[in-house]
Nanobody, 124 residues
């Protein structure tokens, strides 16, 4: 079983930036794709970004393209989400997840392990 722990959330003003981190522990971390999802109260959990096991391929939801950047540091077993130009609509709890595959997708059921989430609140 892999353990995923998110950090870096907080309260920021619109237009500001945050960097989320996801620290992973467990075997064969680097071979699996990783992703970020977010969920606002009363809303479905939605895909944000994903990165391949190699770190060479990334995918983003249309709503965050050009503003968010996903990356991973295999040496540190850590994944990041750099969030710039934040909007109030980005307010949600952000979850780190590990895929059961090496290639990324935006399909929630492809991700078998989840962190506890970290709250991001963007004020207007």
């Amino acid at each position: 079983q892999v353990q995923l722990v998110e950090s870096g959330g907080g309260l920021v003003q619109a237009g500001g930036s945050l960097r989320l981190s996801c620290a992973a522990s467990g075997r064969t971390f680097s071979v699996y794709a990783m992703g970020w999802f977010r969920q606002a109260p009363g809303k479905e959990r939605e895909f944000v970004a994903a990165i391949s096991g190699s770190g060479r391929s990334t995918y983003y939801a249309d709503s965050v393209k050009g503003r968010f950047t996903i990356s991973r540091d295999t040496a540190k077993n850590t994944m990041y989400l750099q969030m710039n130009s934040l909007k109030p609509e980005d307010t949600a709890r952000y979850y780190c997840a590990r895929s059961i595959y090496a290639f990324p997708s935006q399909v929630l059921t492809d991700f078998g392990s989840w962190g506890q989430g970290t709250q991001v609140t963007v004020s207007s």
